[in-house]
């Protein structure tokens, strides 16, 4: 039993994510484990003798309708993050805030846990979530030049002043204290450090420069006020080639050729060629 345990547990690890998520209130998403594998995340002995490796996932949607009512009733203000059948054909609900809620086999509540959920490891360090606006030049033209089909989700910070940027579908990024980038971590948790000389020769097209957005040619500005009419302007950025991107706030990036023509609109789940 302990090695299908193990055995489980690596399976998750093989599945750690970061960022997801603004539901998640306490957990940034550079470390909030996928929830997939009931061992992996509830801790065992909060759940007496059960063998939690055993558990079934189920959809929410499969509960019971009086453990659903149940949860309606008495925790409108959290919603359902995990549901688990346990080992005794039970319904164990994991909620947000970390609270368990459990049920016997005939969808009859028998008791809530605090706390649940397994604590974060001690090598993982405490984010505070800082606003995107603040973040320096340095950080802001690194990820301009080097991630350019991203768009930044959150940035955090960490006691000794790290920072940690969350990009939309794509790696996180850190950075010391002074701006300088350190290391990415993949949608799959791993980590490598990076310098700008290994990423390999680039198109010119493919190198971005941070401008001024009153930089921008009048027609790239009379596009967007025409077209993107509820979105503003976040930053802008030229090509060695001479075209221009555009971030929205709407997560949309817009590409201009030189003479300032609309060229194509990018979002983080695709693109639309113009």
């Not at 930044?152 to 204290?177: C, H, Q, R, W």
């Amino acid at each position: 039993m302990r090695n299908l345990r193990n055995l489980l547990l690596m399976m998750l690890l093989a599945f750690v994510a970061v960022f997801t998520s603004c539901e998640n209130e306490d957990n940034d998403p550079v470390f909030e484990e996928e929830l997939t594998i009931a061992a992996g995340i509830v801790d065992s002995t909060a759940f007496a003798g059960s063998d939690v490796s055993t558990w079934t996932e189920i959809d929410e949607a499969d509960l019971p309708d009086n453990v659903l009512d149940y949860l309606e009733q008495n925790y409108t203000d959290l919603n359902v993050r995990q549901a688990w059948v346990d080992d005794s054909g039970g319904y164990v609900v994991l909620l947000q805030g970390k609270t368990a809620v459990r049920f016997d086999n005939l969808g009859v509540f028998v008791e809530a846990i605090d706390n649940a959920v397994k604590k974060r490891a001690k090598d993982r360090p405490e984010l505070t979530e800082i606003d995107t606006a603040s973040l320096s030049t340095s950080i802001t033209d690194y990820i301009v030049d080097n991630y350019s089909d991203y768009i930044i989700l959150k940035a955090s910070t960490d006691e000794n002043g790290a920072f940690y940027i969350k990009l939309v579908d794509g790696p996180t990024l850190i950075f010391d204290s002074k701006g300088n980038f350190t290391e990415e971590i993949d949608s799959e948790g791993h980590r490598k450090r990076r310098n700008k000389g290994k990423r390999g020769k680039s198109r010119a097209s493919d190198q971005w420069t941070a401008i001024d957005l009153e930089s921008l040619p009048e027609s790239v500005s009379d596009y967007i006020a025409t077209n993107y009419t509820d979105a503003a302007v976040e930053k802008a950025a030229v090509a060695a080639d001479g075209n221009f991107k555009v971030w929205l706030d709407s997560q949309v990036v817009l590409l201009f050729k030189e003479d300032g023509s609309f060229l194509s609109e990018k979002t983080a789940k695709g693109s639309t060629e113009g």
